[in-house]
Nanobody
C-alpha cells in the first residue's frame, strides 16, 4: 500500500514558478515509477511528467517539455515537479501517481495509486 500526499500548489502569475511535492508512504517507494497528471475543469486527466523507478529516465508531455522538471528523492520518499514559465493553460488540479515497476511514461488507466491533488492556478 502506498499513500501519496501532494503539496505546493497555489496561485501564481504567468511566467512564474512553483514546485510541487508528493510525499509517499510505504517501504517499496523506490520500486514505483512516479508521475504527475493534471485535470482542468471539463477536461480529461492528462499525463504531465513521469520518472522511472530509481530515477533512471524521465518523460514529459510536449506541452511542458523544457518548462517542467520531475525529480525524485528515494531517501525522502518524495517526488517533485518544478514548474517554470507557467502559463494560464497550466491551470489545473495536479495529481501525483505511482505505478509499480514501470517506465516513466504511463497512462492514467494503469496507475496503482493516486494522490488527492493540489490546485495550481496561473493568472494572466
Amino acid at each position: 500500500q502506498v499513500q501519496l500526499v501532494e503539496s505546493g500548489g497555489g496561485l501564481v502569475q504567468a511566467g512564474g514558478s512553483l514546485r510541487l511535492s508528493c510525499a509517499a508512504s510505504g517501504r517499496t517507494f523506490g520500486r514505483y515509477a512516479m508521475g504527475w497528471f493534471r485535470q482542468a475543469p471539463g477536461k480529461e486527466r492528462e499525463f504531465v511528467a513521469g520518472i522511472s523507478w530509481r530515477g533512471i529516465s524521465t518523460f514529459y508531455a510536449d506541452s511542458v517539455k523544457g518548462r517542467f522538471t520531475i525529480a525524485r528523492d528515494d531517501a525522502k520518499n518524495t517526488v517533485y515537479l518544478q514548474m517554470s514559465s507557467l502559463k494560464p493553460e497550466d491551470t489545473a488540479v495536479y495529481y501525483c501517481a505511482a505505478n509499480y515497476n514501470s517506465g516513466p511514461n504511463f497512462s492514467p488507466n494503469v496507475v496503482d495509486y493516486w494522490g488527492r491533488g493540489t490546485q495550481v492556478t496561473v493568472s494572466s
